[in-house]
């Protein structure tokens, strides 16, 4: 069975710090890893990585795969209060086409 | 483009009554997703559809819950009796046909579901 363990469970951070978050996972037909950002509502996609070393960004977000060691990090510079959010990591795998198995999330919070 | 739209958006109900969910898709998406969130934890995937037909209900506890897609396009869930551990957040998610690589997911704003 697929699984995905995400780390730390919440983070309380300031205004302006950096912060990664982890995800782990294991899995036996790996298609695609995906991070969404879950406010009060549904979750919004934020990047889905299929290659390991290849780093997406957008904006002060990015994130990389490492497929050998199975793990992806999701990293956040100058953090702001509205990037407080749960950030969910999701794994496209097994012989089931589009279904996901999400982690725990990771609850941030930012404080002014 | 309008997203994917979700009725009720709050239901409270007693254990062992009945209670059903709408999810209207994103026009043109053939594959549809229930998921149940129970609170802290991540979505968990109960049915996903193809046009009309199941293609993964193994998560679905189907002495309890049941769902239907007629026409390929609306889609309920049902739950029958409720028990107290149903109590969680129901998210309805579409995307376009899967065809041996993930199409991205576009989640509605969920029903959350309180069972006393």
């Known amino acids: 069975e697929d699984k995905v363990v995400q780390s730390p469970l919440s983070l309380v951070v300031h205004e302006g710090d950096t912060v990664t978050l982890n995800c782990s996972y294991e899995?036996?037909?790996?298609?695609?890893l995906l991070w969404y950002k879950q406010e009060k509502k549904a979750p919004t996609f934020l990047f889905m990585l299929?290659?390991?070393?290849i780093e997406k960004k957008s904006g002060r977000l990015s994130s990389i795969l490492d497929k050998k060691e199975l793990f992806s990090i999701l990293n956040i510079t100058a953090t702001q209060t509205g990037d407080s959010a749960i950030y969910l990591c999701?794994?496209?795998?097994?012989?089931?086409?589009?279904?996901?198995?999400f982690g725990q999330g990771t609850i941030l919070t930012v404080h002014p | 483009e309008a997203g994917v739209a979700q009725s009720p958006r709050y239901k409270i109900i007693e254990k062992r009554q009945s209670v059903a969910f709408w999810c209207n898709p994103i026009?043109?998406?053939?594959?549809l997703y229930w998921y149940q969130q129970i609170l802290g934890q991540g979505p968990k995937l109960l049915i996903q559809?193809?046009?009309?037909?199941?293609?993964?209900d193994s998560q679905l506890p189907k002495d309890r819950f049941s769902a239907e897609r007629l026409k390929g396009v609306d889609s309920t869930l049902k739950i029958q009796p409720a028990k107290l551990e149903d109590s969680a957040v129901y998210l309805c998610?579409?995307?376009?046909?899967?065809?041996?690589?993930?199409?991205?997911?576009?989640f509605g704003p969920g029903t959350r579901l309180t069972v006393l």
């Open positions: 998610a579409s995307s376009l046909l899967t065809s041996g690589r993930y199409n991205e997911q576009f």
């Open positions: 899995v036996t037909n790996f298609r695609s």
């Open positions: 299929t290659s390991s070393g």
């Open positions: 999701a794994l496209a795998g097994g012989t089931s086409y589009g279904k996901l198995t």
């Open positions: 026009s043109g998406h053939a594959t």
């Open positions: 559809f193809q046009n009309n037909g199941v293609v993964d």
